[in-house]
C-alpha cells in the first residue's frame, strides 16, 4: 500500500502533490471526455471569467480507507448537488453526477498509492473544482467551463486534532452577504473571509466564527466549518441561509438522532452561547473540532467549554468516523465502496 514511503501521521491538511489529476471541458454546450493529466498546471485563457469575475466552485470530499481494506466515499451525491447548486448561483454549466462521480473515482483510483493506511488519521482528500474558462470582458457567465479533481492526502484541518480550538467572533468583516453567495461553495466566499481568518490566527485563534451579516445577532458559522451547540440532550446548529449547508453537518444531524438526542435547526442568538455544554465546529476536512473558547474581538465577551471535548461531541464523532471507516454499520446507506483498490 505504502509504495510512497510518506509519514502518513505527520501530514497537515494541506497540498501534496500526486501523481495525476483529471479535467474535462464543457465546450458548444456539451461536456467533453474525461482526461488524465499528470501536469499540476492548467493554461488558462488571460480573460477566463473564473480569472475576472470570480466563476469558479469547489467541492471536498475525503476517500476513507477502511478497517477492512475497503475505501469508501462518504455521500458524495451530496457533494455532487452541491456543486450544481453552486454552478445553478453563479451561472456555470453544471456538472453532471455521472461525470462527477466518473471523474472522482478515475482520480482516485490514479492515485491509489496516495491513499492513506486505516489507523493513521490521515484521509485522501478529494477536491473537485469547476471554473469559467472561457473568454469575456464584459461582466457575464462564460460559454466554456472546466472541470477538474485533484486529491491530496490530508492530515487534520486543525493542527489540534481532536483537541478543542479557541474560535474568534468578528463584528467588523463579513463573509457573505444575507442574500449573497454564502450558501454556495464559490471561491468568493474564502476570498471574503481571509482577512477575518488570518486576523484570527494572528490573534491566537484556530478560526473565526461569523455572525450573520445583517443584524449580527446571530451565529452563521466558523471560516471553513458549521458551528454546533450542545445543551439538554439537544443538537442545535444555525438555520441561516448564507452559511454553507454542510453535509457533515447533516449528517451529526442524523447521528445525533440515531444516538437519542434531539435536533434543533433554529437561529442560535450570540448569547445563547453561555448556556451551552459543549460547542464544536464540523466539516469534511475539520470532521468535528470541539470548541474549548469563543472570544468576541470587538467587545471581549468571552464563553467556555471543557478543555477537553465532550461527552456528546467524542460520540458524535466516534460515530461518524465509524461509519466513514466501515467499522459501525452505514444504516442509512451513506458509503458508496470504491472498487478494485
Ligand atoms: N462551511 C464552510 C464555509 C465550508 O467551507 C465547509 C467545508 O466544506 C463546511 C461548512 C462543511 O461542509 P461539509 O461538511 O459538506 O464539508
Ligand atoms: C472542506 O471541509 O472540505 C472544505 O472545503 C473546507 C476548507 C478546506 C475550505
Known sequence: MNQKNIDWAKLPF?????????RCYYRNGKWGELEVSSSEYVPVH?????????????????????????????????????MRNS?????????????FYNAIVKAIHMNADYIPPYGTGATLYVRPLLMGS???????PADEYLFMVFVTP?????????????VQVVRDLDRAAPLGTGKYKVGGNYAAGLRATERAHDDGF?????????EKKYIDEAGPANFFGIKDNTYVTPQSDSILPSITNMS???IAKDLG???????IPFEELATFEETGACGTAAIISPIKKIMDKSTGVTFTYGEEAGTVSTKLYHHLRGIQEGTIEDVHGWNTIIEGI
Not at 484556530?206 to 451579516?213: E, I, K
Not at 438526542?261 to 437561529?267: G, I, T
Open 134 to 140: 472561457g473568454a469575456r470582458v464584459g461582466v457575464k
Open 261 to 267: 438526542l434531539k435536533v434543533e435547526r433554529r437561529r
Open 87 to 99: 454552478a445553478y448561483g453563479i451561472m456555470m454549466a453544471e456538472v453532471p453526477e455521472e461525470l
Open 206 to 214: 484556530a478560526s473565526v466564527l461569523f455572525l450573520d451579516s445583517l
Open 14 to 22: 494541506g497540498y501534496y502533490k500526486t501523481d495525476y489529476n483529471v
Open 252 to 254: 451529526l444531524e442524523q
Open 46 to 82: 488571460i480573460a477566463a471569467t473564473a480569472l475576472h469575475y470570480g466563476q469558479e466552485a469547489f467541492e471536498g470530499m475525503k476517500a476513507y480507507r477502511g478497517k477492512d481494506g475497503k475505501v469508501r466515499l462518504f455521500r458524495w451525491q451530496e457533494n455532487a448537488k452541491r
Open 154 to 166: 490530508v492530515g487534520a484541518y486543525f493542527k489540534e486534532g481532536f483537541k478543542p480550538v479557541s
